[in-house]
């Protein structure tokens, strides 16, 4: 097994024992009395992103441009996210802790290469998804999306 198969196992593991929150919804529950799960709001639009932030406030969305496009979350742990031209860019599985308060994705890049990803959720209502990564310049970045 090499060291990527190796890291996604490890990341679902982890997953598994931090609790993932379930994508079926409360039949017991009249619709008066349903809420929405954080998964179920994560998956209920495509997404798209509109800005990036430095830690600062400052827009820092030009130089962070591997955060920006559509991405969208099924209720059966699937996502895609996409250019804003449609090109796809990675695809896989996703998941949230059961509290709400990390995304996981386990994917592939259109180019072919395995990635794990986990990030911090700050905002996750109907209106907005924000969450914070560190970037690959080591740069702390919060990722705003909004519905498409």
């Given amino acids: 097994m090499n060291l990527k198969m190796?890291?996604?196992?490890?990341?679902?593991?982890?997953?598994?024992?931090?609790?993932?929150t379930s994508c079926k919804k409360d039949d017991d529950k009249t619709p008066e009395q349903s809420s929405a799960t954080p998964s179920e709001i994560l998956a209920s639009v495509t997404w798209k992103s509109t800005t990036v932030k430095?830690?600062?406030?400052?827009?820092?969305?030009?130089?962070?441009?591997?955060?920006?496009?559509?991405?969208?979350?099924?209720?059966?742990?699937?996502?895609?996210?996409?250019?804003?031209?449609?090109?796809?860019?990675?695809?896989g599985q996703w998941a949230l802790t059961a509290d709400g308060k990390k995304r996981m994705l386990i994917g592939t890049t259109a180019a072919g290469a395995q990635f794990s990803r986990v990030?911090?959720?700050?905002?996750?209502?109907?209106e907005v998804f924000t969450y914070r990564i560190t970037n690959p310049q080591g740069e702390v970045v919060d990722v705003e999306h909004v519905p498409n």
């Fill in 119 to 126: 990030v911090d959720i700050l905002v996750l209502s109907k």
């Fill in 6 to 20: 190796k890291t996604s196992v490890l990341m679902v593991c982890c997953l598994l024992l931090l609790g993932i």
């Fill in 54 to 91: 430095d830690q600062t406030g400052k827009d820092v969305t030009a130089a962070n441009g591997g955060y920006v496009g559509l991405a969208k979350y099924n209720l059966n742990g699937d996502f895609e996210i996409r250019a804003f031209d449609g090109t796809l860019r990675s695809s």
